[in-house]
């Protein structure tokens, strides 16, 4: 009897094998019609301004609190993990440097995106999905209005635009928070501190950081968008989009931070 089972199983191997493959070039192909389509309504520009302010304040501004607690504990953990190496070798006059290489360019954008789609990559595809599904989409079109315009475009901006500001201010945090565990933890003068992170660290460091903030919220923004907007299957059907949406978030965010770090930093 198991021996039959297993031969089932292997047997179905290839069928679900090819089923995961199948879909993940769907979903993969239908984000990437959706950046092209988002992009043919931005030459020439046609952004609802007052949908663009509205996304601006919700997705950054509600953002800060969150993104702000995220980094200063962010800081602290870098100093905590360099502690034993700092006191070992005797090299306290590195501690901003160090702290400040591995979050401006690596630490500080990932987690921030990652929080960042956690509280507004969800909210995206739960709005859009619930309109998906409500017929509230096919209303728009039978009004003459474009949602691609007048909902996804202003949120593609809004979210790289505020991930990317979310970043800096994050960045800053992170820093008063390691300064401030450098100080507790191991005794470095602030002024030490500030020293070795100015001198020490190039533009670069903070640039790659942001450029790939950029880059984490363009993949938040179109995929949240395009599991809104394909959701089927009525209210059941916008939960999964919701957690299917989060996930291949993450994934690409995480993909794209290895191939980034990879091929430039």
Do not use: C
Request: charged share 15%; glycine share 10%; no cysteine.
């Amino acid at each position: 009897m198991s021996a039959t089972v297993l031969a089932r199983a292997a047997l179905a191997l290839p069928t679900r094998l090819g089923a995961a493959v199948l879909g993940l070039a769907n979903e993969v192909g239908g984000t990437g019609v959706l950046a092209g389509r988002v992009l043919a309504r931005l030459f020439p520009p046609r952004i609802d301004r007052l949908e663009l302010t509205r996304n601006l304040h919700r997705m950054g501004v509600a953002s800060v609190a969150i993104t702000s607690a995220t980094a200063i504990f962010v800081g602290g953990i870098m100093v905590i993990q360099a502690a034993p190496m700092v006191q070992r070798f005797g090299v306290k006059e590195l501690v901003g440097w160090g702290a400040g290489f591995a979050t401006l360019r690596e630490v500080g954008p990932l987690l921030i995106a990652l929080v960042f789609n956690g509280r507004v990559g969800a909210n995206n595809t739960a709005e859009l999905a619930s309109m998906t599904v409500t017929d509230q989409i096919d209303a728009l079109r039978a009004l003459v209005i474009d949602p691609i315009t007048y909902l996804v475009v202003p949120r593609v901006l809004s979210m790289i635009l505020m991930i990317t500001v979310l970043t800096i201010i994050g960045d800053g945090v992170a820093m008063f928070g390691a300064m401030g565990a450098a100080k507790v933890l191991l005794d470095v003068d602030p002024r030490v501190f500030l020293r070795s992170l100015v001198t020490l660290l190039e533009p670069w460091d903070l640039l790659s950081g942001l450029v790939k903030a950029s880059l984490f919220g363009t993949v938040i923004a179109l995929v949240s968008s395009h599991y809104g907007l394909s959701v089927k299957g009525g209210a059941p059907g916008v939960g999964r989009a919701v957690t299917a949406s989060v996930v291949a978030s993450a994934t690409g965010i995480f993909a794209l931070d290895y191939l980034f770090t990879f091929l430039i930093d």
